[in-house]
């Protein structure tokens, strides 16, 4: 969404991206989150992990992000990233509210912008769990951190895990041609 350039055959589609602990980029967590979250399925699981389990987007994105280049996180390490939340949930909830009642009483253009700052507000909440993520210990040798903040929500909420993780086949990534 931001037109940064993505470059071919790495983990997670074509975006090349290196992740090592403590040195978690911002910036490549949002290219990560813009190809993840554009597949269907994982965009019909955030919604549904953000409105029926009242679950944070950004967190689902950034575990399935380090779960995809073998990290995890101690249980202690993921309630730090929910803490980072705290400055910028209040923020973001209330104004996704807004944006969503005052739709049918705007202009697509009028609409496009609102959605535009939501995405603002959504980086900003990327930098701060980014920063919060490199204050971690990371884990090469744990269970799946965003199959346990699923749990952690709700017993159905467990169930979009599936849907949130980045598949084995993403990880072959998506530049191969498949032509005869």
Sequence with gaps: MDGATRRAGSPGGDIQSTLTPGMAN?????????HH????????????LQDEHQGNVNLALLLAWIEQH????????????????SRSEHLLIAYRHLR?????RVGS??????LNFELSLEKFQQQDLVDALNRQTWLTDSASPLAYYCR???PSAR???TSLKVTPAEEQGSNHDDTV
């Excluded at 969503?100 to 049918?104: L, T, W």
């Design 26 to 34: 911002p910036a490549d967590l949002w290219q990560f989150c813009l």
């Design 37 to 48: 979250y554009g597949k269907p399925e994982v965009k019909q699981a955030c919604l549904r």
């Design 70 to 85: 073998g990290y995890g996180l101690a249980p202690e390490s993921l309630t730090q990233l929910k803490h980072a939340l």
């Design 100 to 104: 969503r009642d005052i739709k049918p």
């Design 109 to 114: 253009g009028q609409y496009k912008k609102m």
């Design 152 to 154: 952690q929500l709700s």
């Design 159 to 161: 169930n979009l895990y």
